[in-house]
């Protein structure tokens, strides 16, 4: 049987998901996945485990501590070998945003008077600010504008922008506003070649599929585990060759010791040991629909990355034909999905009414959705929006159904 015959189990994926059984979510369509998903029950049991039996200071010989420390170094084990990293290239932090704060702060010691950094302005503001900052110790900030008319970061514009002194690129994978994926590998082949660091952000693309990110070739690649179906925290690849040469910004004793050397201070515990139950939901997954059980980790996590991209591209060019059909109607970014290079986070406006009016009607069809800039402001103005007002973004992952679609079709039908 091939990929395309095996279907995504949306009755077995829901069953692993208690929201849609509690009486204050299981009536709602979720479409703000974007913004943070639903965890499943494997995630609520490792933090519950660990609260209830192992919530003491870890690494020390007894039980409680030991089990505690061994599973979160298991968990870090497990989400290095979900991505294709080392263990060392892993670093947990709060959020996305402060890891790339955190993360700029260190490059900052490779910028002189005069280089270069390029920021885009299609990425969310937490892959901006912390690199625009670096003017404030002599750099020159360059901006990868999209194209107006397709939305796209069109990669000549890139090769434009580098100068020899160019030092380093953040780039989004995949922008929480237009959708599309952007060609990482591509980018970070063409930066390379240039001696440019390249940070990716995959927060808009991970929740579709993890990363291989040995395979992008990226230095620095974080996403944030609250919306890949994790609690509320950050993972940061960096590589370990550049991790090496960072400074210390933790305690003096620690130096050499990275990358516990480039946050100061360490992860949430409880949080952390609990992304073992993310691993453990993709296990299920892949269990429950394929047989081969000679795989590495990251051969099931490529398999159950497809099927669920299969049954995403399905969801998303269904909502994507129906809004850009519509006259009335203003669609960002590309109209259909193919060969995933589009995810199902779908931003539009409209011509007649003002984004939070639609939000608010959809809010009364039990359709869970908002009106934004998602903090991508420097896109939405590029776009011609107002940034208050934002789009309607409909943001679907692999537990949206059909139905879920068709609620969301028939009550736009009922908005002019
Ligand atoms: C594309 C993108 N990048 C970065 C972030 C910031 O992530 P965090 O909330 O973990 O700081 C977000 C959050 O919505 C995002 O959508």
């Known amino acids: ?105 260190a490059l900052k010691k490779f910028i002189n008077i005069g280089d270069e950094v390029i920021v885009t302005n299609q990425d969310h503001e937490a892959n901006i600010s912390p690199w625009r900052r670096l003017s404030e110790h002599g750099a020159i900030i360059k901006e990868w504008q999209f194209n107006k008319d397709t939305h796209e970061l069109e990669i000549n514009d890139l090769s434009k922008l580098i100068s020899k002194k160019t030092k380093i690129l953040a780039v989004t994978h995949c922008s929480n506003i237009v959708g599309s994926i952007n060609n990482l590998k591509e980018i970070t082949k063409i930066a390379h070649a240039n001696n440019i660091i390249v940070i990716g952000d995959g927060v808009s693309y991970a929740p579709h599929g993890f990363p291989d990110v040995k395979e992008l070739g990226v230095d620095f690649y974080t996403f944030s585990l609250y919306k890949t179906y994790g609690p509320h925290l950050a993972l940061l690849y960096g590589k370990e060759k550049i991790l090496q040469k960072l400074p210390n910004q933790n305690h003096e004793f620690l130096n050499g010791q990275y990358p516990y050397t480039i946050n100061p201070g360490g992860p949430n515990h409880e949080e952390l040991v609990s992304l073992i139950g993310i691993y453990e939901y993709f296990e299920n997954l892949f269990n429950h629909h394929f047989s081969n059980q000679n795989l590495t980790i990251l051969e099931k996590v490529n398999k159950v990355n497809e099927l669920i991209a299969n049954h995403e591209e399905k969801l998303g060019n269904k909502v994507l034909k129906y809004i850009y059909e519509r006259k009335d109607l203003r669609l960002i970014g590309k109209n259909i999905i193919q060969n995933k290079d589009r995810a199902p986070t779908i931003s539009f406006t409209s011509i007649n009414k003002s984004s939070k009016e639609i939000s608010d009607i959809l809010l009364k069809y039990n359709i869970a959705t908002r009106n934004d800039n998602f903090y991508a402001w420097r896109c939405l103005k590029h776009l011609g929006i107002d940034p208050e007002d934002g789009v309607i973004r409909i943001s679907m992952v692999h537990y949206n159904t059909n139905d879920d679609v068709d609620r969301l079709i028939n009550a736009l039908e009922k908005i002019n």
Do not use: C, H, R
């Open 1 to 105: 049987m091939t990929l395309e015959n095996i279907k995504l189990d949306l009755n077995f994926v829901k069953s692993q998901f208690p929201a849609f059984k509690d009486p204050l979510a299981k009536d709602w369509s979720f479409f703000e996945n974007a913004g943070g998903s639903y965890v499943p029950k494997n995630v609520i049991d490792k933090l519950t485990n660990f609260m209830t039996s192992t919530k003491v200071q870890p690494y020390a010989d007894y039980p409680m501590s030991k089990i505690a420390g061994e599973n979160m170094d298991k968990a870090t084990e497990m989400f290095a070998n979900m991505i294709n990293a080392k263990n060392n290239e892993i670093l947990i932090g709060g959020s996305t945003s402060i890891n790339l704060y955190v993360l700029s702060n």
